[in-house]
């Protein structure tokens, strides 16, 4: 019987942030059981991990991990990563640990903060990209915004650090509050662009957003804390110069489902890489 493990990523508390199932040794299990078994469990992503490849970062803190929704295997996740760092550092301690995923190696690094394990990942190479006018009109239609509840400080834009997120910010608190979209319509475009979420933002101040991520194509109508798009997004707003090249981010997500989240996103200095980071911690059975 496959031990699979339940831990909440970007909260210390179990009933906040997004939680993820992690299966830390899934050797035995082909695709379609790693299918059978995220869909089983219904969280947005569960992390299964195998040996790393030979020559890979230290012995024992070295690992190939993948991903699965409910519905599909995805490239990367965030919150899974931190999720699984940190049951691992509850096993093998805190330190560097550095995972071989679809997209490229990730290096996450956990530490102690007076009992609170928090894990930061480092992206793959990030960039983004224009998205057509009418696939951009189709996703408004299929989110039920008009294009004037749009933050043109925030232009619309594809933005990539391991998986595709289309970036659209919200002009008010209250309209990113507001989310009732069409699930298959906004699924069928997201499939059709290679997008794994909608990441919807509002700018609360220089570097602290409000976000929200329907995330369809997983099977899951939202995404409660999703660190792939939190990295795509600090690459984003560095790239357009929406923020000094060197900034920490404060991201709030999940707010409006009632599982609150924090992630950090941390952005240097003559390095594309972007770095985010939260707390975790176990779900009791």
Known sequence: MTDVLRYTAFSSDPAGGNPAGVVLDASGLG???MLAIAAELDYSETAF???PPEGLGEKGRAFTVRYFSPRAEVPFCGHATVATAVALAE????GDLVFAT????????????EGVLRATLTSVEPH?????PDDLAEALAALDWPATDLDPALPPRIAYAGARHLVLG??????LADLAY??????ALMRRLDLTTVQLAWRASDTVFHVRDPFPVGGVVEDPATGAAAA????YVRELGLVPEESVLTLHQGEDLGRPGVLTVTLRAGDARVRVGGAGARIPE
């Open 31 to 33: 695709d379609a059981d």
């Open 102 to 113: 679809p997209v490229g190696t990730v290096p996450v690094t956990v530490t102690d903060d």
């Open 49 to 51: 991990l195998t040996a």
């Open 232 to 235: 795509a997004f600090g690459a």
């Open 128 to 132: 983004s990209e224009d998205i057509a």
């Open 182 to 187: 069409d699930f298959d319509r906004l699924a």
């Open 91 to 94: 096993r093998i301690g805190p």
């Open 170 to 175: 919200a002009a008010t608190r209250e309209r």
